[in-house]
């Protein structure tokens, strides 16, 4: 079974933030298929006249995807994989390339030899598959405190599937960015949001906490199959001793178990620090689930990633990659 991430739309909705168009590779052989979705983004200098580019997953998860292939057979492959998409890179003038493997797929595994791939942190689910009652085994002992005193206090859910508009729900996430002083690359505009719906309509889930009529917080999630992905959500800031921020967890335990949903993944936290604020909130939802978060990185074109990182006056190993995108695009206001 795919994910939502793999899906075409899904690299169509973030050309406009990537600044660059979406391509699939699809490598078809008899051992099986090798497909792949990333967004190719041109680099703002050209070299000898030549435009060159650098591939990313779009926001979230991805990665080159195995499909229907012979018994013990995906590393040879992931290698034939490898040496047919280099051959784009060389045709289609790409000098490297950036992946989040996608935590639940797994699928990482099978292309280390295709990338320099590093498991930098743990992204958290939550299982309802394999307990009778999910919250009492994956929620912490505080989170169900929590949750108890709002739904005393009065605290209501509602859950929506495929919502015609999310327009209430991004006046509520737009003042949680504000608070949080988050980086304006999640700051969404109406277009994205009109195109989520437009492409995404029968897999988004909205959930609201109500308090008194009014709406408190707001959770906007992915369903796909028997899973459910958490993607954007906020909270009224005056609200917060109502505790929205678990009853929206609470509100996907609860739906996704009455549904038939075997796993919620809620991703990961900011850094890569085991004390981060946000992987700790989210792993009080899932003290049991625990899955892997890789990236991979690939020079395409050695020759030319050198020519770039001496123009941006980089070392080509600096710690972010690629190298040459810490300064080169500065000056562009992209990196």
Excluded at 85 to 111: D, G, L
Excluded at 158 to 183: C, G, H, L, W
Excluded at 225 to 248: M, V
Aim: aromatic content about 14%.
């Amino acid at each position: 079974m795919g994910d939502i991430y793999f899906e075409e739309n899904y690299g169509r909705l973030y050309e406009e933030i990537e600044n660059g168009i979406h391509e699939v590779f699809e490598f078809r052989h008899d051992l099986g298929t090798v497909r792949h979705l990333f967004i190719k983004r041109p680099i703002p200098k050209q070299i000898d006249g030549e435009i060159y580019y650098d591939l990313v997953s779009p926001y979230g998860y991805g990665g080159p995807l195995i499909s229907n292939c012979r018994p013990g057979s995906k590393n040879e492959l992931a290698a034939l994989f490898k040496a047919s998409f280099q051959q784009y890179c060389t045709v289609n003038n790409v000098v490297s390339e950036f992946i989040r493997f996608h935590p639940v797929m797994a699928n990482a595994e099978h292309f280390k030899e295709c990338y320099d791939v590093v498991h930098i942190r743990n992204t958290v689910g939550t299982n309802l598959e394999g307990y009778d009652d999910p919250v009492a085994s994956e929620f912490s002992k505080s989170a169900r405190k929590n949750i108890r005193q709002a739904l005393r206090a009065g605290v209501e859910f509602r859950v929506t599937v495929n919502p015609d508009n999310v327009k209430d729900f991004k006046e509520i996430y737009y003042s949680t960015m504000k608070r949080n002083q988050a980086d304006s690359y999640y700051y969404f505009d109406d277009g994205y949001f009109n195109k989520l719906v437009q492409y995404f309509h029968e897999h988004i889930l909205l959930v609201e906490v109500i308090y008194e009529g009014r709406v408190i917080g707001m959770g906007l999630n992915f369903i796909y199959g028997d899973l459910i992905h958490t993607h954007l959500s906020g909270t009224l800031e005056n609200f917060h001793h109502l505790s929205p921020a678990y009853i929206l967890q609470y509100a996907l335990a609860i739906w996704g178990k009455e549904n038939g949903i075997r796993l919620i993944h809620e991703g990961g936290g900011r850094s890569n620090s085991l004390d981060d604020s946000l992987y700790l909130f989210k792993k009080q939802f899932g003290r049991n689930t625990d899955f892997k978060f890789h990236i991979g990185r690939k020079i395409w074109n050695e020759e030319i990633y050198q020519v770039l990182c001496k123009i941006a006056g980089v070392e080509e190993s600096a710690e972010f990659f690629p190298a040459y995108r810490t300064k080169l695009l500065k000056e562009y206001n992209i990196v």
